[in-house]
């Protein structure tokens, strides 16, 4: 996905696919008439011309997101519009951006609780006994390089799937989510 | 949502919230780099300027869908500008127009097998038993009305739900096809 906020609201999958992001965005955090407050969401980015660039959008502060891929959109554009360092930089409420690696950011959020990998041939989400803050690693339409996934296996993550066929990001990030909701009270990340 | 092809792509939300048609387009038919065959997704358009309209695309034949919200709505947009009968018209290839009332849609529906409404006070997903072809009924983000709903139940549907919260309609989707993909094989309306 593109690393900088030039692209037009008018094609975001000539952005680099960055509607993929959008609907990621917008499956992570929003319910029907309401926000899901305890998830935040990190799109880690790797494509020209600046990476890399994480975006860090936060339930429990976000602000003037829609449920239509633009509205994600515009925030995405105005978060690789900043000027970016090492910590993370605000970007609208809600939405921050920083240079830190996967290395590093993986692990934080092992560090945080649980880790998990979406892989097509991972364990069955539903026999998974989540506990405490969790957090879900699952690539774009290009998937993970076999590099990046060693990374995370190596960061204590277990591999799951969402079930029998090869679905998009957005719509894994439903059904996990889904499967959190179903289990006790969850922190998620 | 607005029944006629005259609103801006640069803008699916005003068009009525023509996006949320957009999103159920796309996570009823597509796959990560593929298509869901066996599904199709009736549009049940009820908004001013001629109403009432039902946009059908059929998993089958559909051509020219991407994921994006702005491919959806480019076809709804087409097909929404044809000229409308009681019977189907084609629009896109995979995509047809009609003026069938609610009534009629749901009695076509019923005879082919299960009909199923989604509630939020419904049973369980995980505890039903598909068989055959299957429809699911579900609202907008104003939901049906009582009548509507009532309508529904007449014809022989079953409430239930997908999970604890509120969820958007193509997030709905999402858990349901997902239950689907998890039985063994069945058609999917």
């Not at 890399?52 to 003037?64: H, S, W």
Request: hydrophobic letters at 40%.
């Amino acid at each position: 996905m593109r690393t900088a906020g030039d692209f037009s609201l008018n094609d975001l999958p000539g952005a680099g696919r960055i509607d993929i992001a959008c609907r990621c965005v917008t499956s992570s955090l929003l319910l029907s008439h309401g926000v899901r407050r305890n998830v935040s969401l990190y799109i880690h980015m790797l494509g020209e011309p600046d990476p890399p660039k994480t975006l860090l959008f936060k339930g429990d502060e976000i602000k003037y997101l829609s449920p239509d891929e633009r509205s994600a959109g515009s925030l995405i554009k105005k978060a690789l519009s900043m000027k970016v360092s090492r910590g993370w930089i605000n970007s609208t409420p809600g939405v921050m951006v920083s240079r830190i690696c996967m290395d590093e950011l993986l692990d934080e959020l092992s560090a945080r609780g649980q880790l998990f990998l979406l892989r097509e041939d991972g364990e069955d989400i539903r026999n998974i006994e989540f506990k405490g803050e969790v957090s879900f690693v699952l690539g774009d339409h290009m998937g993970l390089t076999n590099s990046q996934e060693e990374l995370v296996r190596t960061k204590g993550a277990k591999a799951i799937s969402v079930g029998p066929l090869s679905l998009h990001a957005d719509q894994c990030i439903v059904i996990v989510l889904n499967e959190i909701d179903r289990t006790s009270e969850n922190k998620f990340c």
